[in-house]
């Protein structure tokens, strides 16, 4: 079991159920956080544009976003400029908790950069990248 697409796909799951660890103590649920620190970094933006950015389907970011609304973590608004649009936006709770989300994601890094060099992160960081853009440019 030594081959690129299940290397690749059990680093991920280790990731993420290190963040989902730690993220469910924040009262999160899975998606949520990327929804969050998308939100923190890119200010407003509407659904289809999070859920590109988050790499989270369209059909699954509406139930996310109702959910984080319920929650007092995001508010919705019409855009001025095109009024069926809905922009999303986080709320002072959200920003708060932003903060805390960025630790986890922190933390749940922290043994990949011990085990791993700045050059050799730097390294993996342009290989993945390659990667992605060479899957995404396949067909």
Same mark, same amino acid.
């Given at each position: 079991?030594?081959?690129v697409?299940?290397?690749l796909m059990a680093a991920h799951l280790t990731l993420m159920r290190r963040v989902n660890d730690v993220t469910r103590k924040l009262?999160?649920?899975?998606g949520q956080p990327k929804v969050i620190e998308f939100l923190n970094a890119h200010g407003e933006a509407d659904q289809s544009q999070i859920a590109a950015?988050?790499?989270i389907e369209k059909a699954t970011i509406g139930g996310i976003l109702a959910r984080m609304e319920q929650a007092g973590l995001i508010s919705r608004r019409r855009s001025d400029a095109d /009024?069926? *649009?809905i922009l999303v936006s986080l709320t002072d709770r959200g920003r708060e908790l932003a903060v805390d989300v960025h630790a986890a994601f922190e933390e749940s890094e922290r043994p990949i950069r011990?085990?791993?060099t700045d050059q050799q992160i730097a390294e993996l960081d342009s290989l993945l990248t390659r990667l /992605?853009? *060479?899957l995404a440019n396949a067909d």
């Open positions: 079991m030594d081959s697409h299940y290397q009262g999160l649920t899975p950015g988050c790499l /009024r069926r *649009a011990e085990a791993l /992605r853009a *060479a």
